[in-house]
Nanobody, 125 residues
Framework: VQLVESGGGLVQPGGSLRLSCAAS??????????MGWFRRALGKEREGVAV???????TYADSVKGRFTISRDNAKNVLYLQMNGLKPEDTAMYYC??????????????????WGQGTQVTVSS
């Protein structure tokens, strides 16, 4: 399984970005799994942002509720993160990750064992 993120960039506060995570050799429409988005800011530990399980449940970090939306296209095997109302504190490297075989859908990065290379999001005026 390979995950490739894209869509990061530089955006002004209040702006929007949509991140994409394309999965190869992994079918979203089959099996049990959890997948999601995580981020790591400079000098901070990696934190869960938004996750979704194969049964459709979603979980968001309190810091992004109401601003970020996780979704997936099962036909294309792509995971998305729509980010609106971006703030400077959202600046970080964003990673997607999958935990095959589990529908726990937690925000704890230790539950996930397949990771992409990350895409940088910078929110600054």
């Amino acid at each position: 399984v390979q995950l490739v993120e894209s869509g990061g960039g530089l955006v002004q506060p209040g702006g929007s970005l949509r991140l994409s995570c394309a999965a190869s050799r992994f079918r979203f429409s089959y099996g049990i799994y959890s997948m999601g988005w995580f981020r790591r800011a400079l000098g901070k530990e990696r934190e869960g942002v938004a996750v979704t399980a194969s049964d459709g449940r979603t979980t968001y970090a309190d810091s992004v509720k109401g601003r970020f939306t996780i979704s997936r296209d099962n036909a294309k095997n792509v995971l998305y993160l729509q980010m609106n109302g971006l703030k400077p504190e959202d600046t970080a490297m964003y990673y997607c990750a999958i935990n095959p075989g589990s529908r726990l859908g937690t925000l704890w990065s230790g539950d996930y064992n397949i990771w992409g290379q990350g895409t940088q999001v910078t929110v600054s005026s």
